[in-house]
């Protein structure tokens, strides 16, 4: 495991910008003028509002998606510049995506979606998938529901299942898009905790959106996505305005 005094950035953002052309030939501007650097062990959520743009960011930044303008690097090799089947390999090792629509198969097992990021893996990844994935999927909760199929999960469940298929292969970058939006408080909590817990054992960096308070701060590092613009985030305040502040151990650290 890398030392925390020698961070190593594995991705990189420098002024992106994204916009999409509408049918009336005008443009829209998603993201504008964005920098940011994740490194290896970091923990960043990013806020916003519905239609922000945060979606965006989050594809943007694990390569699933590329900017109008600006440059995206992953550890420190640019991303425009490599083929596309060496970028497929390079997301498929490295980063682990948790989305909000789940996009799990349909018809086929809690195990099988499980195992899917294992199917081209090499070495004992792949001859142990079956095992690899049957006990992550112990670890989020679902180990008695392991052969049970995902379109009748519940979708709480479902969500679990797209999380411990994020975490499978141990990668190095986590990002997650609503990871809690379908869960029940407590199992929420539990979810973003093995979520720390994974991400602490390989010194991997999670990257989170999310519009709930309480799982932003369990971040180290804070954003809002405003019209297009990522700007550092003081919690603080926003717990302020919420109700909910005085039940949040720790506000008044997060925000210093």
Do not use: C
């Not at 590329?66 to 390999?89: C, K, W, Y």
């Not at 682990?96 to 004992?124: K, S, Y």
């Not at 408080?185 to 539990?190: K, L, M, Q």
């Not at 308070?213 to 297009?228: F, I, K």
Request: glycine fraction near 8%; hydrophobic fraction near 45%; charge should be neutral.
């Amino acid at each position: 495991m890398r030392q925390r005094d020698e961070l190593v950035t594995l991705v990189a953002l420098e002024g992106v910008a994204k916009s999409v052309l509408l049918p009336d030939d005008s443009r829209l501007e998603i993201l504008r003028s964005v920098d940011l650097e994740v490194g290896a062990g970091d923990h960043v959520s990013i806020v916003g509002r519905s239609g922000s743009g945060k979606s965006t960011l989050l594809n943007i930044l694990g390569m699933l998606d590329a900017p109008t303008s600006g440059t995206v690097s992953f550890e420190g090799r640019e991303v425009r510049r490599m083929r596309s089947g060496r970028l497929d390999r390079l997301r498929g090792e490295n980063v682990g995506f948790v989305f909000q629509q789940f996009n799990l198969l349909p018809g086929r097992t809690a195990l099988d979606n499980v195992m899917m990021p294992l199917g081209h893996a090499r070495g004992r990844l792949f001859w142990d998938r079956r095992r690899i994935a049957a006990d992550m999927l112990e670890r989020v909760g679902l180990g008695h529901r392991v052969d049970q199929v995902a379109d009748r999960l519940s979708g709480g469940e479902q969500q679990r299942v797209a999380i411990a298929r994020a975490l499978v292969r141990r990668p190095v970058l986590i990002l997650a898009d609503e990871p809690t939006g379908a869960l029940d408080i407590d199992t929420g909590a539990t979810v973003m905790a093995l979520l720390d817990e994974v991400a602490t054992e390989t010194d991997a960096a999670l990257v989170t959106i999310t519009h709930d308070l309480h799982v932003a701060a369990r971040a180290r590092r804070h954003y809002r996505l405003d019209a297009g613009r990522l700007e550092p985030a003081d919690l603080t305040k926003a717990f302020e305005a919420s109700t909910l502040a005085a039940s949040v151990p720790g506000a008044a650290e997060v925000a210093s």
